[in-house]
């Protein structure tokens, strides 16, 4: 089947097997590897994206599903040398050790700072309890997002 | 050594930038010309002969290229090792591809190998096996028992081996208890690592050299290219592991795997390059688990709270097979029950039993968290008994900081510690007095609050080669390079500790140049030297005094050549702020640029002096570390629904001196959060057909953002005197510090309805069962 859609601000046109899913058409039609997967069953949060501004999990979407839309993964965050404040927090704050989950951890971060652009704790906590960390216990996560949230 | 202008500071990791902005590279972000990707068809059962297995609907799949069976492999492709050397130890053939019978679900059958991961997984589920199942053995404690099924033919029984171990005199220890003997068998339930990045491999054969490149998510790739190299047959030479960026390991990639070796074979074979990644559902089932042991403690005390003798049985579920070090796991339980105490007497029996699960092996902390967990919770057995307060009984019990090094009635000898001074440090931040104040008011409300204490000790920095299966020593070389930037590589495997940012930070201090100018490399057998890997809070303890000591050696160079350039009979020099100064004379100073040039120019150097600027250290510690700490956690449950609430979480370690607290910090409250997970949370269930029942991320419950309390740290700093750095490790400690803290604290919360013990996880319904119980 035949899609149109917006990555990162360029537009794509692609032919795809209407069973192939969004992060493996991202992963490997458009190399954005930077998007991961890390269950296959919308649990971990690390193939988190923003689709038309909202935060999903890629691997239960299909491509097709996404045709039409605009895309933002975690390699259409910075611009150039400069980070967006979330990726800026995170570095600052140590909110990553293995990095895995962070791509997806930060998509989710965004769009809980579009939400609420000054969140407790525990909303904090909240708003990311759909993307899993084997690493951080999350607290320097929470401090992450807390930076970005006084930046953006 | 001293703090530094790096060391000791709080340092922004130089991985994250490649991080942050996903263009880092993992195995499956790895893309080859005519890239083939290979699905395994997996045994459903957990005991069952394998009648046939029909691959002819397969083959005919669209994109298939091949289809590979064990009886296809035969012994062409040798057994996935184990390291372990334990006297009378069973070691079962273990193909990397069934032959015959099954022995645990998940088991791998058939390769199926096709142009697109779709089609590969279309066609496994086109490979008919046909299967003759037989009982699974499933509880560890009926496999014990002779009329158990034994699960390997060529043995009798499940037994895999039986250790047993004493030291004083336990039965004088025993007659003289002044109290009846304490009983209490604990579970330690078996755990799935869950790193968030699976497992994978990509093989890639160039006919032209007989080499092989392969990429695996390891934490070990020097062994892992020893061992595929045995296994498949090519002369270790011609192989190549690279390990990319790793997404996390926990002991789960400290192994050596089938798929390893099989991909490898299979490229060879076909000569085409392989990929191979993990899914979720078979990271459940078929990557090690953790723990699994049912533990039986005696303890014998005197009436002020002194523990005189402890007697231990461990036996241990090892699964079907043994991976790398599967039967060594259960004896680090044993070596580390004696925690900070001081007690001598004590009977240590281990027994090691086949069952049809999928293999145990190191998880995170890795026997010690076992043991700490069994003896934190027996010190809280013992100040219930006597109704003494648990701080009262552990003092009473510490060993005193004037007798370090200590040697400990398991045979080792720790290096260096103050346990009293890091357990009051702990008590005073969370205000300990008050807070028992306050319990009694609450309880006196009908609310149900709970202090649990932990006091652990750990052995880290893994370790002497005499106590390692293959050396236990690190390699690092560091390489000035003619502009003077300086490349460092590492035997060690990093995987998310951020250790490309602490070896930097003390190569910076060593030379006296920028953090900027260092590089580290790591995880690419044809670039690094031999290397032992990451592991056993191993890698800064160990790895970073192989940095360490290569930068000696390149200081002692560089000072002969300095000599020689500022014409002084003494090398003695300092680096420090980009100059090479003599120490006794500071107007004989050099650039280190400069410096680093006239050993590569070689124009100028004095006779018989090697041209360039390099050094390699093999470093050999002399004893293991053991970093310590005070876990205090404070819970409030709700007596209607079982629901525990952290109040408070205060943790002080000690893990020697600290290259960065920025990242010490993160690995502790990773480690917290993970002996979090095992006390509240998690648990592999088999039910009683070996089925793994809780194979997925809804069943198996890792913690959450929400499910984790805010962690106040702070730290004492007990150098080690093992090396010259002073440090200890600190990956495992908060794992093995913070399981008995948040159980203690859950059963003291609980200690008005008269329960005295719960085994993990504790989750609300299990709490809620135990106060109904209690009435």
């Keep these: 089947m035949k899609i149109n859609l917006k990555v990162n601000g360029v537009s794509c046109e692609s032919d795809v097997e209407p069973r192939m899913l969004l992060v493996h058409y991202l992963r490997e039609v458009l190399s954005l590897t930077g998007t991961h997967i890390g269950c296959e069953t919308t649990l971990c949060g690390a193939c988190t994206v923003l689709l038309d501004g909202a935060a999903v999990k890629s691997c239960t979407l299909l491509a097709v599903q996404a045709d039409g839309s605009e895309i933002t993964t975690i390699e259409g965050l910075a611009k150039g040398d400069e980070y967006h404040p979330v990726q800026q927090g995170f570095w600052e704050e140590h909110g990553l050790q293995c990095g895995f989950c962070t791509p997806g951890m930060i998509m989710a971060a965004i769009q809980l700072l579009q939400r609420n652009s000054n969140p407790s704790e525990e909303e904090i906590r909240h708003g990311i309890e759909g993307n899993l960390c084997r690493c951080t216990g999350y607290q320097h996560i929470v401090q992450a997002i807390q930076y970005a949230a006084k930046r953006i | ?316 579920d090892l699964g079907a097979y043994h991976q790398l070090l599967t039967p060594l796991i259960p004896g680090l339980t044993g070596a580390m029950i004696a925690g900070c105490y001081r007690f001598q007497n004590l009977t240590i029996d281990t027994v090691g039993v086949f069952t049809n699960k999928m293999a145990t092996d190191a998880y995170r902390g890795a026997g010690r968290p076992e043991a700490t967990y069994l003896i934190e919770r027996v010190l809280d057995l013992v100040s219930a008994e006597l109704k003494l307060d648990p701080v009262d009984v552990r003092m009473k019990n510490f060993v005193p900081s004037a007798q370090f090094p200590y040697n400990t009635p398991t045979g080792l000898t720790y290096d260096s510690a103050n346990y009293q001074a890091c357990f009051q440090k702990a008590l005073d931040l969370v205000n300990y007095k008050q807070l028992r104040e306050e319990q009694k008011k609450l309880r006196a409300q009908g609310k149900y609050m709970g202090i649990g204490i932990s006091t652990y000790v750990e052995i880290c920095a893994m370790g002497p080669s005499s106590g390692m299966p293959a050396g236990g020593w690190e390699s690092a070389t560091v390489r000035v390079e003619p502009t003077g930037k300086v490349t460092v590589f590492t035997g060690s495997s990093p995987h998310g500790q951020g250790q490309e940012t602490t070896f930097s930070q003390i190569a910076a201090d060593e030379l006296g140049i920028s953090f900027d100018d260092i590089t580290v490399l790591h995880g690419d057998t044809a670039i690094v030297q031999y290397g032992i890997g990451t592991f056993g809070s191993r890698a800064t303890a160990v790895g970073g005094t192989a940095v360490y000591m290569a930068l000696q050696k390149i200081k002692e160079k560089g000072g002969k050549l300095a000599a020689h350039l500022l014409k002084t009979d003494s090398s003695d020099f300092n680096f420090e702020g980009g100059k090479v100064t003599h120490k006794a004379d500071a107007s004989k100073s050099i650039p280190f640029l400069d410096l680093v040039q006239s050993a590569y120019h070689a124009k100028s150097i004095p006779a018989g002096f090697e041209p360039g600027l390099d050094a390699t250290a093999f470093f050999e510690p002399s004893n293991y570390t053991f970093p310590f700490g005070a876990h205090v956690a404070v819970v409030e449950i709700d007596p209607e629904t079982g629901e525990i609430q952290f109040k408070r979480y205060v943790g002080v370690d000690d893990c020697g001196k600290v290259i960065n607290p920025l990242t010490v910090h993160g690995q502790v409250h990773g480690g917290i959060a993970q002996g979090l997970g095992q006390a509240l949370l998690e648990e592999a269930v088999y039910d009683e057909n070996g089925q793994l029942i809780t194979g997925t991320l809804m069943d198996y419950a890792i913690p959450k953002s929400t499910d984790l309390p805010w962690f106040e740290l702070d730290r004492t700093e007990t150098p080690s005197p093992v090396n010259p750095l002073g440090v200890k490790g600190v990956g495992e400690a908060g794992t093995i510090g913070s399981t008995p803290a948040i159980v203690n604290a859950v059963v003291d919360a609980l200690a008005p309805f008269g329960v005295k013990h719960i085994d993990m996880p504790l989750r609300s319904e299990k709490i809620w069962r135990a106060i109904r119980a209690a009435g």
């Design chain 2, 1 to 316: 050594m001293a703090v530094g202008k790096y060391v000791g500071t709080r340092t922004k990791r130089k991985e994250d930038p490649r991080l942050i902005t996903g263009l880092s590279t993992y195995v499956d972000d790895i893309k080859l010309p005519g890239l083939l990707h290979v699905a395994i068809v997996r045994s459903v059962h957990a005991h069952a002969r394998i009648k046939s297995v029909d691959t002819s609907a397969a083959l005919k799949s669209p994109g298939v290229v091949a289809v590979v069976t064990g009886q296809d492999i035969g012994d062409k492709v040798g057994s996935v090792p184990c390291a372990a050397q334990i006297p009378g130890l069973k070691v079962p053939r273990h193909p990397v591809l069934a032959i015959g019978r099954v022995r645990y679900v998940g088991e791998s059958i058939a390769a199926v190998i096709a142009n697109d991961r779709y089609a590969a997984q279309d066609a496994a589920e086109l490979v008919e096996v046909d299967y003759d199942p037989l009982p699974a053995v499933v509880d560890p404690l009926k496999a014990l028992e002779p009329g158990s099924t034994p699960i390997h033919e060529e043995f009798k029984d499940n037994i895999a081996f039986s250790t047993k171990a004493s030291s004083g005199d336990i039965d004088k220890a025993f007659r003289s208890a002044e109290i009846p003997i304490i009983k209490q068998r604990m579970i330690n339930q078996r755990l799935i690592p869950m790193a968030m990045e699976t497992r994978g491999v990509v093989a890639q054969y160039h006919p032209g050299d007989k080499n092989i490149t392969l990429w695996s998510s390891s934490q070990i790739p020097h062994l892992l290219r020893t061992q595929v190299a045995v296994m498949i047959g090519l002369p270790e030479n011609h192989v190549r592991v690279i390990v990319p960026e790793v997404g996390g390991g926990f002991g789960s990639k400290l192994n050596v795997y089938r798929e390893e070796a099989l991909l490898a074979y299979l490229a060879m074979k076909l000569g085409k390059p392989l990929k191979w990644i993990e899914g979720r559902r078979e990271n459940f089932l078929t990557t090690i688990h953790g723990r699994d042991q049912v533990d039986d403690v005696e303890i014998a005390v005197k009436k002020d709270g002194t523990i005189i003798g402890l007697k231990l049985r461990v036996v241990a």
